[in-house]
């Protein structure tokens, strides 16, 4: 049951030379990651994560999981970037499509909403008409403990708590995941007595999700962590020691760059799932911070389908030939709607009759891919054998090692994130901050 990667149906934009020229770089490029001798070696921490994480951690985050579980109605996860997405991805992929609507005796777990991934008033003021008055809990996520989106929303989810339950109760319902030393949250956490979780020092956020920062909101919608990890553990033992013949991460790095270099610029990652919509939010944060930099990069695009197909499905088969296009193709779908037989055929679909729903988005999707591969898109093929844990673990690793060995074959640093700070400085500038008072003045000139 392994995550695979198929580029058969783009052989006719790529050659077996070229295939062969980008397996050496590649070979190249993954010893340079392995060997840790690359920029940003010191963020590799996550590389032997699935093998090598804290047990004891590990436990206290099962544990926490299960007293979230008996005395909250609703888990709110405050985090942005990579101390939410990876989080949502696995609760969408794995959980009941109506998660939060769906009856408790059907969910058992939590209600979770995500927060502090904007700044949107409104959002949080529907969140907290939605939280009523029944009982929650607050895991709070950033990594440098600084971020202001969830700092705000961390603010106003505490000041409710404390008024809730008291000051001391409060602090037994919020969990903090963050530094081990260093930041404001956890100086906070520290003062406050908050549950601590840690995010390692060698770990970037985009990188996160088998740390603390996803798996303690995965633990609480009920999915299973061990399983996860076990996933993630056998990809990277098939990434680490496959030859490239038979290493999807590999191929799939070394595609991607043949790609690039003959002008396919963007890449659209396509799934026929709508669970998986937030799979691709994941992916492409962890691609677009991790390449695009130094005027360089694949811009990491996704769509739904077939709901898309009736949106961008035209410019995918028509428009600016200058993306790939690569397919998330879960396999194995659980649910069985059989299409019916009307006794008069008003909308011509008796031929369908008999055939349940997965045979018809599957055909839908082969049909797409042919299409496409006629338009000049070149598509390549990931294929998930199941929508449950241990695929998904997989499928998060195959994304991080490819990612890391196709960042250093561009020749750049995947590992670091220059470019996310400029918003922030004039952010700060435009809302008074200390130290801030020259910029702010600049800018204002120019509004
Ligand atoms: O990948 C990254 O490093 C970023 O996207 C971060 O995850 C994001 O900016 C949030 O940072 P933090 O966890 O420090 O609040």
Redesign the pocket.
């Known amino acids: 049951n392994k995550v695979t990667f198929d580029y058969s149906k783009a052989a006719k934009f790529i050659s077996a030379d070229e295939v062969k020229s980008m397996e050496r770089i590649v070979e190249q490029s993954k010893e340079v990651l392995v060997s840790k001798s690359g920029a940003g070696n010191d963020f590799l921490g996550w590389i032997d994560l699935p093998v090598a994480y804290d047990k004891e951690e590990f436990a206290r985050i099962q544990k926490a999981a299960e007293k979230i579980t008996s005395d909250s109605e609703v888990l709110v996860v405050i985090?942005?970037?990579?101390?939410y997405l990876g989080a949502r991805a696995a609760v969408e992929f794995l959980r009941h499509s109506f998660y939060n609507v769906v009856s408790k005796e059907v969910r058992k777990t939590p209600e979770i909403y995500f927060a502090g991934n904007s700044i949107s008033g409104r959002y949080l003021s529907d969140l907290i008409q939605v939280i009523g008055d029944r009982d929650f809990s607050v895991n709070v996520?950033?990594?440098?403990?600084?971020?202001t989106?969830?700092a705000i929303a961390f603010r106003v989810f505490k000041e409710m708590l404390e008024k809730k339950y008291g000051k001391a109760e409060a602090a037994k319902r919020i969990y903090a995941t963050?530094d081990k030393s260093r930041?404001a949250l956890k100086k906070l956490a520290t003062e406050e007595g908050y549950e601590t979780f840690v995010?390692p020092d060698d770990v970037?956020?985009?990188?996160?999700v088998l740390t603390a920062?996803g798996l303690l909101p995965i633990a609480v919608s009920g999915a299973d962590i061990i399983k996860l990890m076990e996933g993630a553990a056998d990809a990277r033992k098939d990434a680490l020691e496959k030859p490239f013949a038979e290493n999807g991460p590999m191929q799939y790095a070394a595609v991607r760059n043949i790609l690039l270099r003959k002008g396919k610029q963007i890449e659209v990652l396509a799934n026929y799932e709508p669970s998986l919509h937030y799979v691709s939010e994941w992916w492409k944060?962890l691609y677009g911070?991790s390449e695009g930099k130094d005027q360089k990069g694949i811009f990491p695009a996704s769509v739904d389908l077939t709901t898309d197909l009736h949106s961008m499905g035209q410019f995918i088969q028509d428009g600016s030939r200058n993306l790939f296009e690569t397919v998330l193709n879960v396999t194995d779908s659980e649910a069985e709607i059989v299409i019916g037989e009307e006794p008069v055929d008003l909308d011509g679909l008796n031929y369908l009759a008999g055939k349940n729903m997965d045979f018809v988005n599957k055909s839908a999707m082969n049909g797409t891919i042919l299409a496409h591969t006629d338009g000049n898109v070149p598509n390549l093929m990931i294929t998930v054998p199941g929508q449950d844990e241990y695929s998904l673990g997989q499928l998060f690793y195959f994304f991080e090692f490819a990612c890391g060995v196709s960042g250093y074959t561009l020749g750049v640093n995947p590992f670091n994130?220059p470019g996310?700070e400029s918003y922030k400085k004039n952010m700060f500038a435009l809302l008074g901050k200390p130290g801030y008072e020259a910029e702010r003045e600049e800018l204002m000139k120019r509004l």
């Open positions: 985090g942005i970037g990579g101390s996520i950033s990594k440098s403990g600084t971020t989106e969830p963050t930041g995010v970037g956020g985009r990188f996160s920062v944060q911070e994130q996310v």
